[in-house]
Structures are given as structure tokens and as C-alpha cells.
């Protein structure tokens, strides 16, 4: 059986990615090699359209956890897949499934394999975006300096994030699977949104099977000022940064971004301060991981049955 999850075109890291090929040989050991014709699905945005194309060799998949969001949502599901759980309720109503197959996100079983740090160091940190990370990382990481908040690089290694948040009181999070991480520690979390790359469905999806509201917070784009930088959620930040990088000679302008940063820096811990905690109950936490092993469960009595 062959693991596969979402790897991005420029080759970066991104954790919630990641986190598949740190969790799922854990967690079901034995069970993977480099036969794709038989390919698991397990954490990622990924029923979608494109999926069978991404896994041309593949003669039955294994969905796990798997969420609906980007994309268009498959019609019909193929007779090949064997579908144990979906992310959440909202992805399974696009799915047509039954409710029973919305269970949540298969990071959560994170917290079978891993001890959080007692010790937190930590105040606030915040983790970006992967997109926001790749094309404005140095931005964020000084604006996040500037407030005294932990900068983390969503393109950071799996166990980095991991010990980063564990060590955090207080999460502020665009990228979705750092707060669950964050949820699944026991830290609060806050989601953010600085740009339209952000997807509130698939917040959602998971926010529901969780029994969490999903109230996010809003910044304004750091590229206000000179709008037509900002034209496309995919190049935005990357114009942006050159062309900032590019004037930073010139010591007004350099005073104007630096001055920027400042009062983007006074939102963000101002959102820190005073924004809604989000945190799921333990009972609920625990009863959604207990279901996650069970169709693990059922997973390994069907794969060896077979053998």
C-alpha cells in the first residue's frame, strides 16, 4: 500500500502535509511500501475532481480522515474506494455519505504518539499560512519579533511544530492543521485571516466535528497601500516582497514599511489579547479519537484478512 498526500509544486514543506508520513507508518506499521495500486488517503484537502488523476496507478484507495474543500467536489464516489471516515460533517454532506462517516481530522491521533511539553515557553506564537510563510516569512517573522510573539514556519520539520506549539499558551493560526495540533495539546487557539488563500469551508468542515464555532479574525493585507501589488492570491506576496526589497535603500520609504510593520504588528496582538479562545471539550476530544481508532481498527482487520 502506497501513502499519499499532498506535495506542492514549488517543493516546499508544509506541515499539515507532512504530518501524514510522520503519523500514519506510527500508526499502521507494516502497512506501506511502493505498490500503488492500492493508495491511502489519509490527512489533506483531497476529494476532489483531481484525485485519480494524482493517483493514476491506483487500482482501490483507502480514504482516512480525508477532507472536501478545494476543488470541486466529486459527484459520485468510485466503486474502488473504500471510504472508513471523512474529515468533517461538511464534508460528508457534499459527499452525499451518512453523518456517521464524519468523525474529524486524523491529526488528532497525534496525541497517542506524542507527550506535550508541561513547560511553555511561549506566550503567543503565531504559524502563517504555508503560501503567506513561502512569499512573506521575513515579514513575519520580524512583525512577530517586534510583539514579543514565537514566529513559526509552517514549512518548519514535523517535530519542530509539534514541540513549538506544545510549549505555546496561546495559538494564533492561519494554517489550519496548526490548530488542531494546538487542539489537540490542549492550547487555545485563534484563527486568522490575512488573505483570500484562506478557506473558511474547510475551517469549518472541522470546526463542526469538534462542536466549535469558527470566529476568525481579520487583518488587513499588508499591501493595502499599493493595491495593485496585491492582484492575485497566488503572486500577491511574492510582488510584494521584491518589490519591497527592491526600495528599501531609500530611507522614506524604508521608515513607511517600517512603520507598517508596526501597526500590523499592534493588530495581531491586540486580536492576541483580546480575541475568542477557541479549545473543543475534553470528553469531545477524547470520544472523536476513540472513533478515529476504531476505524483504525477496522482498517487492519479488513487489510489482513485480505492477506
Not at 507494516?30 to 495500486?37: I, L, Q, R
Not at 493517483?55 to 467536489?73: C, D, H, M, N, R
Not at 512569499?135 to 517586534?146: L, P, S, V
Not at 516582497?241 to 501597526?263: A, D, G, R, Y
Amino acid at each position: 500500500m502506497k501513502l499519499f498526500y499532498y506535495k506542492r509544486r514549488d517543493g516546499s514543506s508544509n506541515f499539515g502535509d507532512q504530518l501524514n508520513h510522520w503519523l500514519w507508518p506510527q500508526l499502521l506499521p507494516g502497512f506501506f511500501d511502493e505498490d500503488e495500486t492500492t493508495t491511502f488517503i489519509g490527512i489533506g484537502t483531497l476529494l476532489n475532481q483531481f484525485l485519480s488523476q494524482r493517483v493514476p496507478q491506483a487500482k482501490q484507495l483507502i480514504i482516512f480522515s480525508t477532507g472536501v474543500g478545494y476543488e470541486q467536489p466529486l459527484k459520485t464516489l468510485d466503486k474502488n474506494w473504500k471510504l472508513y471516515c471523512v474529515r468533517g460533517k461538511l464534508s460528508a454532506q457534499k459527499l452525499g455519505l451518512s453523518p456517521d462517516l464524519a468523525i474529524t481530522d486524523g491529526a488528532i491521533l497525534t496525541r497517542r504518539l506524542y507527550q506535550p511539553s508541561p513547560q511553555k515557553n511561549y506566550r503567543f506564537t503565531y504559524i502563517p499560512h504555508i503560501h503567506h510563510a513561502t512569499f512573506a516569512g521575513q515579514i513575519w517573522q520580524r512583525i512577530c519579533e517586534q510583539i514579543g510573539f514565537r514566529y513559526l514556519d509552517p514549512r518548519s520539520s514535523v517535530d519542530e511544530v509539534l514541540s513549538t506549539i506544545s510549549q505555546t499558551e496561546v495559538l494564533l493560526a492561519e494554517a489550519m492543521h496548526g490548530a488542531i495540533i494546538a487542539d489537540t495539546f490542549r492550547v487555545p487557539w485563534i484563527p486568522i485571516i490575512t488573505s483570500p488563500r484562506i478557506l473558511p469551508f474547510k475551517w469549518q468542515d472541522w470546526c463542526s466535528s469538534i462542536d466549535v464555532q469558527y470566529y476568525p479574525y481579520f487583518l488587513s493585507p499588508l499591501i493595502k497601500s499599493y493595491p495593485k501589488y496585491a492582484r492575485g492570491i497566488r503572486s500577491g506576496f511574492n510582488a510584494f516582497t521584491h518589490w519591497k526589497n527592491s526600495f528599501l535603500q531609500f530611507p522614506q520609504i524604508s521608515q513607511f514599511w517600517q512603520e507598517q510593520e508596526e501597526v500590523y504588528g499592534m493588530q495581531l496582538l491586540k486580536i492576541a489579547q483580546t480575541g475568542r479562545q477557541q479549545l473543543s471539550s475534553d470528553s469531545q476530544l477524547e470520544r472523536l479519537t476513540v472513533q478515529l481508532e476504531e476505524k483504525l481498527d477496522r482498517l487492519k482487520t479488513d487489510w489482513y484478512s485480505k492477506s
